[in-house]
């Protein structure tokens, strides 16, 4: 169930945020283009002279989780307040501290550590009841989010389709949004979008296409050409087939390296080794199973390595560096058919993946900081980027759009967000087909339940929406406030 604290979408809010890293800063930035009230407090004096050259709105150099300066920051009449800093703990007390004297804030914590995330959300399954009716939430925090564990999602999603592609996934649903490239040659390369839909009989969708380094929504008459990327909207079981329209065919990933054991790692391993004995791919398309993996597991420390040895006992482990040539040449790397990277320093998992590639590994997946890294990544023939903190700053944005927004997605460059909503009984689009509020270009509804039951579906034209629809849409960035006003009926 939603969070029933804020307001319909479209209500201006005032918000504070604790931590003026990167994330806080880009988060800053989203909020302050919906015209909302923004105060941004860090205790560092470089790190707030850097952001309030950048943001307009409230900047204050001091210490967060001190009552008196949130009070005097205005935290009695602010809607949400989301924590960011680099240090887990002043984020969780600082949430406790404020619950204590404003309960009906909304409290949300970047949390890393994978131990506090795993213990908070055991006890609330063990006391879903407890939890659920009388008690605050654990620590006061509405909303824990946890950034490893969002970017351990999108690696295995990817690794599911055999890392041509990085993929959204929507919950309930068997659609998927696959970002994938034309390549020459291929029976996509030359097409309008208008004919494309005669090369197969598989219900699919080109949502987006992104060209030039610009990410928009297409109409029939965009043409698609080689070397472009598109969005491609169809039934997990189908894309494989759709996928080979474009040129890009899935192989067995029976060797897979990976480079990093610390905590996304150490996700990604997990989840990895554990679905390898239930048949990684079993169901997805038909009953071959696309994965039979040898897993390597490499990085140079040593504690870590010892950890992942003890925890991992199937996987090869190796403490060492990956580039060294005897290494590459003992275990035979330039023959692995997927190399994941996901050290802690973001720029040098782009290098090692790109290098890695060099040497002949077939499928490469990076762990990146940005969007504006996943386009350098690609660039650089790197397969799938997984952007951390646009991530991170995506599911903030999903708990502060009010109660009608179940998702927010940052596609690529960042020109476009998928939505996930509910279409309220305030809506003046209830009674209406699709066709009659279109707006090409603008926006494209990809996916719709029925009245938040059955199935979703790629509705058509006729398609009439009713209250309690939910639907899946796109809509460039700067467009979302609008839209969704316009779905909610401010």
Not at 175 to 187: K, P, V, W
């Amino acid at each position: 169930m939603r969070f029933e604290k804020l307001p319909g979408y479209g209500i201006k809010l005032k918000i504070i945020i604790i931590g003026a890293g990167f994330t806080g800063v880009q988060l800053a930035k989203r909020l302050i283009n919906e015209k909302n009230d923004v105060t941004l407090i860090d205790n560092d004096e470089e790190t707030i002279r850097h952001a309030s050259n950048r943001l307009d709105c409230a900047v204050i150099q001091a210490d967060g989780n001190n009552l008196q300066t949130l009070e005097d920051a205005g935290i009695a009449k602010a809607e949400a307040l989301v924590c960011v800093t680099d240090n887990d703990e002043v984020n969780m007390i600082t949430c406790s501290l404020v619950d204590a004297v404003y309960p009906n804030l909304l409290k949300i914590a970047r949390v890393r550590n994978y131990a506090y995330y795993i213990n908070t959300s055991d006890a609330i399954k063990k006391h879903a009841d407890t939890f659920g009716n009388k008690h605050r939430p654990l620590y006061g925090i509405d909303y824990m989010i946890h950034p490893d564990v969002e970017a351990a999602k999108t690696i295995v999603e990817a690794v599911k389709n055999g890392a041509v592609s990085d993929i959204l996934s929507f919950e309930n649903s068997d659609y998927e949004l696959a970002h994938i490239t034309i390549e020459n040659g291929s029976r996509m390369a030359g097409c309008k979008l208008q004919d494309v839909r005669r090369l197969s009989d598989k219900p699919f969708l080109v949502v987006y296409v992104e060209s030039g380094g610009r990410t928009s929504l297409p109409s029939g008459s965009t043409l698609l050409n080689s070397g472009d990327s598109i969005g491609l909207l169809a039934c997990r079981k189908d894309l494989s087939e759709l996928f080979g329209l474009c040129g890009s065919y899935i192989r067995e990933l029976k060797k897979v390296v990976l480079v990093g054991a610390g905590r996304i790692g150490s996700i990604v391993a997990g989840q990895l080794m554990q679905q390898k004995k239930v048949s990684f791919f079993s169901g997805l398309r038909g009953t071959k199973s696309y994965m039979t993996q040898n897993l390597l597991i490499v990085d140079t420390d040593e504690n870590l390595t010892k950890a992942a040895a003890a925890r991992f006992p199937a996987a090869n482990v190796f403490c060492t560096d990956v580039t060294d040539e005897g290494f590459i040449r003992e275990e035979g790397l330039n023959t692995c058919d997927l190399a994941i990277c996901v050290t802690h320093n973001h720029e040098l998992n782009m290098v090692l993946a790109a290098y890695l590639e060099s040497l002949g590994v077939a499928k490469t997946v990076s762990l990146v900081a940005s969007s504006a890294y996943a386009t350098i990544a690609r660039k650089l023939g790197i397969d799938v980027p997984v952007p951390l903190r646009d991530a991170v700053v995506d599911s903030i944005m999903s708990h502060l759009r009010g109660r009608t927004v179940m998702g927010i997605h940052t596609i690529n460059t960042g020109d476009l967000e998928v939505i996930e909503c509910v279409l309220p009984e305030t809506s003046p689009y209830i009674g209406k087909t699709l066709k009659n509020i279109s707006d090409p270009g603008v926006f494209l509804v990809m996916l719709l339940q029925k009245d938040g039951t059955g199935e979703y579906t790629i509705p058509v034209g006729n398609t009439v929406l009713s209250t309690g629809d939910r639907l899946i849409l796109v809509t460039g960035t700067v467009e979302t406030r609008r839209i969704l006003d316009r779905f909610n009926g401010k």
